[in-house]
């Protein structure tokens, strides 16, 4: 099915909505007041609505005319993006793909796998998605990232393909100073009135602490939720409180002693992690080979996604 407006279209309905005049519009556009109103006419016809109205200061959009604005704007800025994209691989002839990685913004681990990337697949450049921070799977379907890193459960949705990187301890970081920090194992039975900081795992549902590790035994006593994790690292390595993390993401400040991690259980606890992709992507794909590679990273490198510590090392510190 072929849409009834184009990005003529679009790009007026914006710019009236920015400019609220015809003939501001049509001079940003570059075209005369005559064709523009000439554009907003057809759209209109097409589409059998009004999308803009008159008033005593010129033009707005009816309600019609902002769900169009807000999706063109959309619309707008993943083309832009697109080019920038195509331009970037035609230029260094290589294939851009994005990658995205849930809850942490932490990639101490980039660079030797940038090194690795250059030997093991040439042909591919990467650049990074900050949405995928917060939403790890709704960033591979809008387009946004390629492939993005998660946690848990592999995700069990038809949309995706996904191979599983490794295993990591979920562990309790603290300062080297903490009174805690003396204990074989930190968690909510012995912290007492010890204030524990939480983060946003992602915005998606199903990745939260208690889903994923279940209820604790006894509750924490004093909660504290923060926004992003590495505020967290800060307030923790000041000896505010303690916090859970999965242990890659903390290799930096144990590797400099200005955290500690300890076990929350005897017998340890770990999450998996798991590189995801798209499932409408073949699997000789830009995607699939980045997925591809970051496995076959993950498998080869002693420090692997220890620079990530998947699968390396003991829960202390």
């Not at 790009?11 to 005559?34: H, I, K």
């Not at 650049?127 to 998660?150: E, N």
């Not at 949705?157 to 194992?185: M, N, W, Y």
């Amino acid at each position: 099915m072929i849409p009834r407006l184009t990005i003529n279209h679009l790009t007026l309905l914006s710019t009236l909505a920015d400019t609220g005049s015809m003939t501001a519009a049509a001079a940003r556009l570059g075209v005369t007041q005559s064709a523009a109103s000439h554009r907003l006419r057809e759209a209109e016809r097409r589409l059998g609505v009004r999308l803009a109205q008159r008033t005593e200061s010129g033009i707005s959009l009816t309600a019609e005319g902002e769900r169009l604005k807000h999706l063109g704007d959309a619309f707008l800025a993943d083309l832009f993006r697109l080019e920038q994209d195509l331009e970037a691989s035609a230029r260094d002839a290589k294939t851009l793909v994005r990658l995205g990685q849930a809850t942490y913004s932490r990639y101490h681990w980039f660079p030797a796998f940038l090194d690795y990337l250059e030997t093991a697949d040439p042909g591919l450049t990467v650049d990074l998605s900050g949405r995928a921070t917060s939403r790890p799977l709704a960033s591979l379907l809008d387009g946004s990232a390629d492939v993005s890193l998660v946690f848990g459960r592999e995700p069990a949705l038809s949309q995706f393909r996904s191979v599983k990187l490794g295993t990591d301890p979920i562990v309790a970081v603290l300062s080297k100073t903490h009174p805690l920090a003396a204990e074989p194992v930190v968690n909510s039975i012995n912290m007492g009135d010890e204030r524990f900081f939480v983060y946003p795992l992602t915005a998606e549902p199903g990745f939260d602490w208690t889903t994923l590790l279940g209820t604790p035994t006894k509750p924490f006593r004093k909660l504290t939720p923060m926004p992003t994790p590495e505020a967290v690292i800060d307030l923790v390595r000041a000896s505010f409180g303690v916090a859970i993390f999965s242990k890659w993401a903390i290799e930096p400040e144990l590797a400099d002693g200005t955290l500690v991690c300890r076990p929350i259980d005897v017998d340890g606890v770990s999450m998996d992690w798991w590189c995801v992709r798209r499932a409408s992507d073949p699997d000789d794909s830009p995607a699939a080979r980045l997925a591809s590679a970051l496995a076959n990273w993950s498998r080869e490198t002693d420090r692997a996604l220890s620079t990530l510590a998947f699968g390396a090392g003991s829960q202390g510190s």
